[in-house]
């Protein structure tokens, strides 16, 4: 079984940082895209940003500039650091992968438990 946990979440002050991290772990022959969600009380969920097995990125409007996401094949992990965190920034995080596992099982669409990320005015 294929599972993604997300770490890294928190409470910042307005301006600050974090970096979330999420790490893929099972008998996984290869992962695809991987990407970040998010969904704040009462508003819809949201892609954040993507990232390729190739390194291609892809953010939301409302992040470009301030938060990067990349990734560590070798470790089945993928990091978003988010900079300048504004209290629109407030929301459950969820980590998303497309993962090839053994016996040529797909998982298109896997989700993490989410980590929490509240930013403070």
């Known amino acids: 079984q294929v599972q993604l946990v997300e770490s890294g979440g928190g409470l910042v002050q307005a301006g600050g940082s974090l970096r979330l991290s999420c790490v893929a772990s099972?008998?996984?022959?290869?992962?695809?895209?991987m990407g970040w969600h998010r969904q704040a009380p009462g508003k819809q969920r949201e892609l954040v940003a993507v990232?390729?097995?190739?390194?291609?990125?892809n953010y939301v409007d409302s992040v470009k500039g301030r938060f990067t996401i990349s990734r560590d094949n070798a470790k089945n992990t993928v990091y978003l650091q988010m900079n300048r965190l504004n209290p629109e920034d407030t929301a459950n995080y969820y980590c998303?992968?497309?993962?090839?596992?053994?016996?040529?099982?797909?998982?298109?669409?896997?989700w993490g438990q989410g980590t929490q990320v509240t930013v403070s005015s």
């Open positions: 998303t992968a497309d993962v090839w596992a053994s016996y040529n099982i797909r998982y298109t669409n896997l």
């Open positions: 099972g008998s996984i022959f290869s992962i695809n895209d």
């Open positions: 990232i390729t097995s190739a390194g291609n990125t």
